[in-house]
Protein backbone atom coordinates (compact mmCIF):
# COMPACT_ATOMS: atom_id res chain seq x y z
CA UNK A 1 0.00 0.00 0.00
CA UNK A 2 1.34 3.36 -1.09
CA UNK A 3 0.45 6.66 1.47
CA UNK A 4 1.37 9.53 0.21
CA UNK A 5 0.99 12.79 2.17
CA UNK A 6 2.69 15.03 -0.73
CA UNK A 7 1.96 15.61 -4.45
CA UNK A 8 3.61 12.87 -6.75
CA UNK A 9 4.98 15.02 -9.10
CA UNK A 10 7.97 17.66 -8.17
CA UNK A 11 9.86 20.55 -9.48
CA UNK A 12 12.51 19.55 -11.67
CA UNK A 13 15.44 20.09 -9.76
CA UNK A 14 16.19 21.88 -6.02
CA UNK A 15 17.27 25.28 -7.55
CA UNK A 16 18.20 28.43 -5.37
CA UNK A 17 14.92 30.01 -6.56
CA UNK A 18 13.22 26.66 -5.12
CA UNK A 19 15.46 26.83 -1.46
CA UNK A 20 14.61 30.61 -1.20
CA UNK A 21 10.67 29.87 -1.92
CA UNK A 22 11.02 26.94 1.09
CA UNK A 23 12.40 29.09 3.31
CA UNK A 24 10.29 31.93 3.24
CA UNK A 25 7.10 29.17 3.38
CA UNK A 26 8.26 28.69 6.83
CA UNK A 27 9.10 31.82 8.03
CA UNK A 28 5.82 33.31 6.85
CA UNK A 29 3.78 29.95 7.85
CA UNK A 30 2.83 28.29 4.94
CA UNK A 31 3.52 25.10 6.07
CA UNK A 32 0.32 25.36 8.20
CA UNK A 33 -3.06 26.91 7.75
CA UNK A 34 -4.29 29.51 9.79
CA UNK A 35 -1.51 29.14 11.97
CA UNK A 36 2.44 30.32 12.29
CA UNK A 37 4.53 27.46 11.40
CA UNK A 38 7.57 29.52 13.20
CA UNK A 39 7.38 27.43 16.47
CA UNK A 40 4.38 25.80 16.17
CA UNK A 41 5.69 22.45 14.61
CA UNK A 42 8.44 22.42 17.54
CA UNK A 43 6.01 22.99 20.36
CA UNK A 44 3.62 20.61 19.47
CA UNK A 45 6.34 17.94 21.12
CA UNK A 46 6.21 19.88 23.82
CA UNK A 47 2.49 18.76 24.51
CA UNK A 48 3.72 14.80 24.24
CA UNK A 49 5.29 13.55 27.58
CA UNK A 50 7.23 10.92 25.18
CA UNK A 51 9.49 13.68 23.96
CA UNK A 52 12.53 14.96 25.66
CA UNK A 53 14.17 18.33 24.65
CA UNK A 54 16.83 16.04 23.03
CA UNK A 55 14.63 14.14 21.03
CA UNK A 56 13.14 17.18 19.59
CA UNK A 57 16.44 18.52 19.03
CA UNK A 58 16.75 14.67 17.50
CA UNK A 59 14.04 15.75 14.69
CA UNK A 60 15.26 18.90 13.49
CA UNK A 61 19.01 17.71 13.26
CA UNK A 62 17.17 14.11 11.61
CA UNK A 63 15.72 17.00 9.28
CA UNK A 64 18.76 19.20 8.69
CA UNK A 65 20.48 15.76 7.88
CA UNK A 66 17.61 14.53 5.45
CA UNK A 67 16.46 17.43 3.43
CA UNK A 68 19.24 18.43 2.06
CA UNK A 69 20.36 14.98 0.39
CA UNK A 70 16.73 13.98 -0.32
CA UNK A 71 15.49 17.01 -1.48
CA UNK A 72 17.35 17.48 -4.93
CA UNK A 73 16.57 13.37 -5.59
CA UNK A 74 13.23 13.73 -4.53
CA UNK A 75 12.84 17.50 -7.14
CA UNK A 76 13.70 14.73 -9.89
CA UNK A 77 11.42 12.80 -9.03
CA UNK A 78 8.13 12.67 -11.64
CA UNK A 79 5.28 10.21 -11.18
CA UNK A 80 3.25 11.92 -13.92
CA UNK A 81 3.48 8.48 -16.23
CA UNK A 82 3.41 6.21 -13.83
CA UNK A 83 -0.08 5.19 -13.25
CA UNK A 84 -0.74 1.61 -12.98
CA UNK A 85 -0.40 0.38 -9.26
CA UNK A 86 -0.68 -3.42 -7.98
CA UNK A 87 -1.44 -1.90 -4.26
CA UNK A 88 -3.91 0.19 -2.88
CA UNK A 89 -3.08 4.11 -3.04
CA UNK A 90 -4.14 6.71 -0.32
CA UNK A 91 -3.25 10.31 -0.38
CA UNK A 92 -3.36 12.58 2.74
CA UNK A 93 -3.92 15.74 1.60
CA UNK A 94 -4.23 19.34 2.99
CA UNK A 95 -6.66 21.45 1.51
CA UNK A 96 -4.89 24.89 1.86
CA UNK A 97 -0.84 23.20 0.86
CA UNK A 98 0.71 25.91 -1.15
CA UNK A 99 4.26 24.61 -0.49
CA UNK A 100 3.60 21.00 -2.33
CA UNK A 101 -0.03 21.84 -4.43
CA UNK A 102 -2.05 18.71 -3.34
CA UNK A 103 -4.38 19.36 -6.81
CA UNK A 104 -1.31 18.18 -8.62
CA UNK A 105 -1.81 14.60 -6.66
CA UNK A 106 -5.53 14.95 -6.86
CA UNK A 107 -5.61 15.11 -10.91
CA UNK A 108 -2.99 12.58 -10.76
CA UNK A 109 -5.35 10.55 -9.18
CA UNK A 110 -7.92 10.40 -11.23
CA UNK A 111 -5.46 8.83 -14.00
CA UNK A 112 -4.33 5.99 -11.41
CA UNK A 113 -5.14 2.65 -12.09
CA UNK A 114 -4.82 0.31 -8.80
CA UNK A 115 -6.96 -2.23 -6.93
CA UNK A 116 -8.33 1.18 -4.22
CA UNK A 117 -7.38 4.26 -4.67
CA UNK A 118 -8.74 7.40 -2.24
CA UNK A 119 -7.69 10.92 -1.44
CA UNK A 120 -8.95 11.89 2.14
CA UNK A 121 -8.67 15.80 2.35
CA UNK A 122 -7.61 17.72 5.65
CA UNK A 123 -9.91 20.57 5.29
CA UNK A 124 -8.11 23.00 8.04
CA UNK A 125 -4.30 22.10 7.00
CA UNK A 126 -1.66 22.74 4.99
CA UNK A 127 1.69 21.00 4.33
CA UNK A 128 1.74 19.64 7.72
CA UNK A 129 -1.46 17.46 7.90
CA UNK A 130 -0.02 15.13 10.51
CA UNK A 131 0.46 17.75 12.90
CA UNK A 132 -2.18 20.18 12.29
CA UNK A 133 -5.25 17.18 12.72
CA UNK A 134 -3.19 14.87 14.19
CA UNK A 135 -6.45 12.51 16.01
CA UNK A 136 -8.40 12.88 12.37
CA UNK A 137 -5.15 11.74 10.48
CA UNK A 138 -5.08 8.47 13.10
CA UNK A 139 -8.73 8.08 12.57
CA UNK A 140 -7.92 8.07 8.99
CA UNK A 141 -5.14 5.57 9.01
CA UNK A 142 -7.21 3.09 11.58
CA UNK A 143 -10.11 3.60 8.97
CA UNK A 144 -8.94 3.79 5.88
CA UNK A 145 -5.09 2.60 5.64
CA UNK A 146 -5.30 -0.59 8.49
CA UNK A 147 -7.63 -2.54 6.38
CA UNK A 148 -5.33 -3.40 3.81
CA UNK A 149 -2.33 -4.07 6.06
CA UNK A 150 -4.86 -6.21 7.92
CA UNK A 151 -5.58 -8.09 4.69
CA UNK A 152 -1.46 -8.56 3.98
CA UNK A 153 -1.29 -9.77 7.75
CA UNK A 154 0.62 -7.09 9.20
CA UNK A 155 -2.32 -5.38 11.38
Wanted: aromatic share 10%.
Amino acid sequence: MLICCTPISAPANGSAERRTERKWSVILGGLTYGRSTYGYYENLFQLSPEYTDQDVAAIDKGSELSLGPLLPVMAGLNYNRVTQFKCPILLFEGRHDDTTPAQVAAKWLERVRAPAKKIIWFENSAHMAMVEEPGRFLIHLVQDARPYAERTGHP
